[in-house]
């Protein structure tokens, strides 16, 4: 019996199942997460290199060169705050909040430049106000100029390029002979006193002549109104310089003939024939400084021809 038992005994044959090839799970997603992420990190560090200034990319050359330098520099290893890592400035340890500190010096600079120029031009205005009331005290106090009721003449205000001083001309009083660029006796002692009061104030002065509209016969091939008020404007000047106004003191004299008429309805009106000073404000004479050439620092008057008085040839306004 044990033998038949023993033949009994089942067989138990196991069987392995081969199925399909197994999933590989979601490793490989992590993979190319990883790649898409260093792509994007590389294509924003190409960004922020395409637009960072030569300056900045020096910066943080240095600061990776030498951090320990850059840091005790003030965050730039050329020395020079202006070039400092974005998120840094001096303090290396606050990630924002700072700004260049080269920056914020040039602002600072400018402000103060264009605070201090309005400042400096309040105080010129306010200085030739007190010029323009201390002319007009010296006409009403002088006996002799206010015996001449000149008030009608004289105009004083004040224009974009400083205090203007106007003299013009009257029927009954001119200031010039018709054609003649000879001062009469009362202009020559209003000019002169004039002349000792501008030579009180260290501005540059501007001289102008002008006429009427009348026209010289004959002008356009020979001397003409161009020629008369510059004569004119040069003959103040000189009467000025007599009164005490020191001669460099002097920066343009011109003559505008009648191309700047004080009535334009009325262009051959005798208020059109006048004398213009103008006390130059600083604006105005860097203005004219900077047309000069280098070697013409000022301009005056030529003598030469302000000597010379028209002949009794030359033609006459009508």
Excluded: C
């Amino acid at each position: 019996m044990a033998g038949d038992a023993k033949k009994l005994q089942p067989i138990i044959i196991k069987r392995v199942k081969k199925g399909g090839h197994a999933a590989h799970g979601g490793a490989w997603k992590i993979a190319y997460a990883d790649f898409v992420t260093a792509m994007m990190a590389f294509f924003l560090l190409m960004w922020l290199l395409g637009s960072t200034t030569e300056g900045d990319k020096k910066g943080i050359a240095d600061y990776f060169g030498s951090p320990l330098k850059v840091a005790m520099q003030g965050g730039s290893g050329s020395g020079d705050s202006s070039h400092v890592v974005k998120g840094g400035g001096k303090d290396l340890t606050r990630e924002t909040g700072q700004v260049k500190s080269g920056d914020v010096e040039a602002k600072q600079r400018s402000f103060s430049l264009r605070a201090l120029k309005e400042e400096q031009r309040k105080a010129e205005r306010a200085r030739l106000e007190q010029l323009k009331d201390k002319v007009e005290k010296v006409l009403a106090e002088n006996p002799q100029l206010a015996a001449m009721a000149l008030g009608g003449q004289i105009r004083l205000d004040m224009t974009k390029e400083g205090l203007r001083i106007q003299i013009v001309d009257e029927n009954n009083r001119p200031m010039f002979d018709s054609g003649s660029a000879v001062v009469k006796p009362h202009m020559r002692q209003l000019l002169r006193e004039l002349g000792s009061v501008l030579a009180e104030v260290p501005n540059r002065l501007t001289l102008e002549g002008h006429t009427d509209a009348q026209p010289f016969s004959g002008g356009d091939r020979g001397y003409s109104n161009w020629e008369l008020s510059a004569d004119r404007a040069n003959a103040s000047r000189r009467e000025l310089i007599a009164g005490g106004l020191p001669e460099p003191r002097t920066l343009r004299v011109q003559g505008l003939a009648s191309s700047k008429l004080l009535d334009s309805k009325q262009p051959e009106s005798p208020i059109n024939r006048r004398i213009s000073i103008i006390v130059m404000n600083r604006d105005a004479e860097d203005a004219v400084l900077k047309n000069l050439p280098p070697d013409e620092p000022s301009t005056e008057g030529d003598d030469a021809n302000a000597e010379k008085n028209p002949s009794s040839s030359a033609p006459k306004p009508r």
